[in-house]
């Protein structure tokens, strides 16, 4: 809640956080792990009218500020379809729906005193501890990314019952 409370003071439209720090502590959860500190924070959010990335640092600055001991990764989708050669996004969610595997395309956000909590491709995956591509990553190439991110980050050491289909 700390979290998403700092996230919420920035103030960012259309911000949601996802990827590790949702997926990671629901796979902890289910295996009866602590939750372990994150490698980053993964805040996502669209303003097509700030696409300078020094806003992105400027917004990390203001979190850092908050909450020291977080490691803030702050992006702005409108111009994350650059990096990731996509057509343009159009919302964070549109974003969040292509990230590499279907348990990743989580995100939690604070509106007002609720959470909510979107799953781009269902929980299925999630909860089920697979490992599957998510539709923007279903080819040769994405298949390879993803065993590659499994393997780098060390997945199946850290959760003995997750399942790869790749």
């Not at 959010?45 to 500020?65: I, K």
């Not at 005193?113 to 080819?139: E, K, Q």
């Not at 590659?148 to 980050?153: L, M, P």
């Amino acid at each position: 809640m700390e979290v998403l409370r700092a996230a919420a003071d920035l103030g960012l439209p259309d911000w949601w956080i996802g990827a590790g720090f949702v997926r990671n502590r629901v796979w902890d959860a289910i295996s009866g792990r602590p939750v372990s500190p994150e490698r980053d924070v993964d805040v996502a959010y669209f303003d097509p009218e700030r696409l300078d990335p020094r806003e992105d640092s400027r917004a990390e600055a203001r979190a850092t500020a908050a909450l020291p001991e977080v490691p803030w990764e702050i992006r702005n989708q409108a111009r994350m379809h650059l990096r990731n050669g996509d057509q343009p996004y159009t919302s964070t969610l549109d974003a969040i729906s292509r990230w590499p595997e279907t348990a990743t395309c989580v995100a939690v956000t604070l509106r007002g005193d609720s959470i909510r909590l979107v799953s781009c491709h269902g929980l299925t995956d999630l909860v089920g501890m697979v490992v599957r591509p998510s539709p923007a990553f279903d080819d040769a190439a994405g298949r390879a990314t993803v065993r590659h991110r499994v393997q780098a980050k060390g997945w199946l050491d850290r959760w003995a019952g997750l399942r790869l289909e790749i």
